[in-house]
């Protein structure tokens, strides 16, 4: 039961609970416009999600792509921006605490 706004070509593209146009269009939800509309915009999300969770997964690998560069004395670790430095001794320092927190875990599961 949203009013619609369409694009030149007649495509819904945004749905509202008030009219927002000049020519409000109201539709009822099982329309096929207003169903191809919000699995258009339910696509989107997804692709957005993967983004991120890639972009997770991307972080991790800069990392120790940066690790092996520096490793194989392409560039040394000063030369970085003070900025990267500080983010990726962050970093370094957080996995170290979590790894010792995850030892200490691991380390109880024999004692009962």
Not at 7 to 35: C, F, K, M, R, Y
Not at 91 to 105: A, G, T, Y
């Amino acid at each position: 039961m949203p009013y619609v706004t369409r694009n030149s070509a007649g495509l819904v593209i945004e749905l509202s609970s008030i009219p927002v146009s000049d020519s409000p269009d109201w539709l009822e939800t099982s329309h096929p416009d207003v169903q191809r509309f919000l699995q258009q915009n339910q696509m989107v999300e997804q692709a957005k999600s993967a983004l991120v969770n890639t972009d997770l997964d991307m972080v991790r690998i800069i990392e120790d792509l940066v690790d092996l560069l520096m490793l194989k004395d392409v560039f040394i670790f000063t030369e970085l921006p003070q900025p990267v430095q500080d983010k990726l001794c962050s970093r370094k320092r957080l996995r170290k605490e979590l790894h010792s927190l995850e030892n200490l875990i691991g380390d109880d599961e024999g004692i009962f």
